[in-house]
T-cell receptor, first 114, second 118 residues
Framework: SAVISQKPSRDICQRGTSLTIQCQVDSQVTMMFWYRQQPGQSLTLIATANQGSEATYESGFVIDKFPISRPNLTFSTLTVSNMSPEDSSIYLC???????????FGQGTRLTVV | AQTVTQSQPEMSVQEAETVTLSCTYDTSESDYYLFWYKQPPSRQMILVIRQEAYKQQNATENRFSVNFQKAAKSFSLKISDSQLGDAAMYFCAYRSPNYGGATNKLIFGTGTLLAVQP
């Protein structure tokens, strides 16, 4: 299994500001994903981070709000832009090494917007 | 589109007893993967068990086993000899096979919060 380091683990931010979350993996992985888990809810996929190209966003999520970078096979960032209290959630990075293996998760970033 | 349903928001079990968590799903695909993930208060999502739809044999991992009923689209998790450390939120998840460039994304159920009573 991959070891995933996600930073920060938590943050409290002012509305209107932006926060960048980092995801570092200890080995090269094919797939990297960003999920959102709203309070008391399940996980929803935001986007697939593609190495060297634009991320693939799910319905309801847009690049202007959640810009994603993936400069190499071990690192990705998710930015939550122009935050509002509705963005208060846990954001999780997930990786998979090949198409047919299970996904592993980082410990998540708990974001509170005030 | 695929959906995953967990009809038990909360469950409770006595330590050392057995508990079964339910999960149903809807799909038109014949080949897919199913997973159970555990999320303790630390927020870390931990893979508990996986099942490939083409395998008829139910997956087993130590005290954890599944009852996979493909025709009924049911995928329940049985935890035997429950321990205090099993207390967590449990999520059932579905993943399509990688045909035609489909992503490896997971579709999650709403979760079941399991409490273990000493």
């Amino acid at each position: 299994s991959a070891v995933i380091s996600q930073k920060p683990s938590r943050d409290i931010c002012q509305r209107g500001t932006s926060l960048t979350i980092q995801c570092q993996v200890d080995s090269q992985v094919t797939m990297m994903f960003w999920y959102r888990q709203q309070p008391g809810q399940s996980l929803t996929l935001i986007a697939t981070a593609n190495q060297g190209s634009e991320a693939t966003y799910e319905s309801g999520f847009v690049i202007d709000k959640f810009p994603i970078s993936r400069p190499n096979l071990t690192f990705s960032t998710l930015t939550v832009s122009n935050m509002s209290p509705e963005d208060s959630s846990i954001y999780l990075c997930s990786v998979a090494s090949t198409w047919n293996t299970e996904a592993f998760f980082g410990q998540g970033t708990r974001l509170t917007v005030v | 589109a695929q959906t995953v349903t967990q009809s038990q928001p909360e469950m409770s079990v006595q330590e050392a007893e057995t508990v079964t968590l339910s999960c149903t799903y809807d799909t038109s695909e014949s080949d897919y993967y199913l997973f159970w993930y555990k999320q303790p208060p630390s927020r870390q999502m931990i893979l508990v068990i996986r099942q490939e739809a083409y395998k008829q044999q139910n997956a087993t991992e130590n005290r954890f086993s599944v009852n996979f009923q493909k025709a009924a689209k049911s995928f329940s998790l049985k935890i035997s000899d429950s321990q205090l450390g099993d207390a967590a939120m449990y999520f059932c998840a579905y993943r399509s096979p990688n045909y035609g460039g489909a992503t490896n994304k997971l579709i999650f159920g709403t979760g079941t919060l399991l409490a273990v009573q000493p």
